[in-house]
T-cell receptor, first 114, second 112 residues
Framework: EAQVTQNPRYLITVTGKKLTVTCSQN?????MSWYRQDPGLGLRQIYY???????DKGDVPEGYKVSRKEKRNFPLILESPSPNQTSLYFC?????????????FGDGTRLSIL | AQSVAQPEDQVNVAEGNPLTVKCTYS??????LFWYVQYPNRGLQFLLK??????LVKGSYGFEAEFNKSQTSFHLKKPSALVSDSALYFC??????????FGKGTSLLVTP
């Protein structure tokens, strides 16, 4: 089954304790992206990757890091989480190309930073 | 920058009635527009997209959307709403790369 898998689904942690949210896709997609969803703001892009070893900032990258060492994985790293990073996070992937394939989303990770 | 706006935070409709969820866009060049639906505790699911061609786009679960260039709108429609259609709906426009710029979302509530 084609899917984007995020882990963990839920996490409560404390300020300053480094954490990683993993994202894996099994569709051989080149493009991967991280979004955060906040009430009244919709989804905002944090980082994206066009292919292995190629990453770039989205609209709200501050406080986050990513890496793309393998095509299927795109982890989101919060080196020193703060309460304003409490949010619902989504990973997404899609093919690249001219046919505007839709992005496939994971089920989300709800982070609470105390 | 490419952007979309969803003017309604919530839409209420009775089961069996037609529904419309509104979206307007602002783009330079040709718009690539999408509708996604989000059910509780789930990720976004793709409903339909407009790239070029027919202004009426048909998608999943009986939904369709009407692209109107003169009004810069891309409203989501369904002829007969179901209670199970209750969810959060997002309109999105593809940016110059592959990023999606989302609207703030519209909560659809279908009552029996």
């Amino acid at each position: 089954e084609a899917q984007v898998t995020q882990n963990p689904r839920y996490l409560i942690t404390v300020t300053g304790k480094k954490l990683t949210v993993t994202c894996s896709q099994n569709m051989n997609h080149e493009y991967m992206s991280w979004y955060r969803q906040d009430p009244g703001l919709g989804l905002r892009q944090i980082y994206y990757s066009m292919n292995v070893e190629v990453t770039d900032k989205g609209d709200v990258p501050e406080g986050y890091k990513v890496s793309r060492k393998e095509k299927r994985n795109f982890p989101l790293i919060l080196e020193s989480p703060s309460p304003n990073q409490t949010s619902l996070y989504f990973c997404a992937s899609s093919r690249r190309g001219v046919d505007n394939q839709p992005q496939h989303f994971g089920d989300g990770t709800r982070l609470s930073i105390l | 920058a490419q952007s979309v706006a969803q003017p309604e935070d919530q839409v209420n409709v009775a089961e069996g009635n037609p529904l419309t969820v509104k979206c307007t866009y602002s783009v330079s060049g040709n718009p690539y527009l999408f509708w996604y639906v989000q059910y509780p505790n789930r990720g976004l699911q793709f409903l339909l997209k407009y790239i070029t061609g027919d202004n009426l786009v048909k998608g999943s679960y009986g939904f369709e959307a009407e692209f109107n260039k003169s009004q810069t709108s891309f409203h989501l429609k369904k002829p007969s709403a179901l209670v199970s259609d209750s969810a959060l709906y997002f309109c999105a426009v593809r940016d110059m790369g592959y990023a999606l710029n989302f609207g703030k979302g519209t909560s659809l509530l279908v009552t029996p």
